[in-house]
């Protein structure tokens, strides 16, 4: 397999944000780290981390980008995993058996990693469980009742037409 080209489109997965990410628990980082490399590496992508506050991270994905698209200079192909500093993997150049067995959901989630039918549904599962989603607002106020936003001609005119609405109904 040619590492540099494993299909018709060069993919790379730039984990964007590096600066915010760094401080994260240790725990929680190596989790995602390694699902990104798995996501990556099952995709024939590249994983790169970057953040507009480094410039040589900045430059490095410049470098890539740029090879890719005009083929200037290769960039360098080397490899960090280390989930403490900015990944860098170039597509072909991981491997499951370094990225791991995904880890093994609680008891209390719904995916058996035995009978997953995707190693990604187990990730998905345990990174959902470790990055619970936020609470947010299913039912948003309706902004036509709320008195700072009042405009009597288009009330009135709402109203009119919710009335024949409610006709038909």
Known sequence: INAEYMGPMPV????????KFQSMESE?????CNAMRFVAHVNGASLLFVSEKD???????????????????????SVCVDPSKPL????GLDSLAQIGTPPLPDR?????????????????????????????????????????YAEPEVDKMRAQKDEELEKYR
């Open 55 to 77: 410039e040589a991270l900045m430059s490095r994905l410049r470098s890539i980008l740029s090879f890719l698209a005009f083929k200037t200079s290769k960039p360098s192909r």
């Open 88 to 91: 860098v993997v170039p597509v």
């Open 12 to 19: 790379i997965i730039a984990g964007t944000k590096y600066d």
């Open 108 to 148: 209390s989630e719904d995916v058996d990693p035995l009978s997953a039918k995707r190693p990604l549904e187990v990730w998905s599962v345990k990174l959902a469980a470790v990055f619970p989603p936020e609470a947010s607002r299913t039912e948003q106020a309706d902004p036509s009742t709320n008195a700072k």
């Open 28 to 32: 929680k980082r190596k989790l995602v």
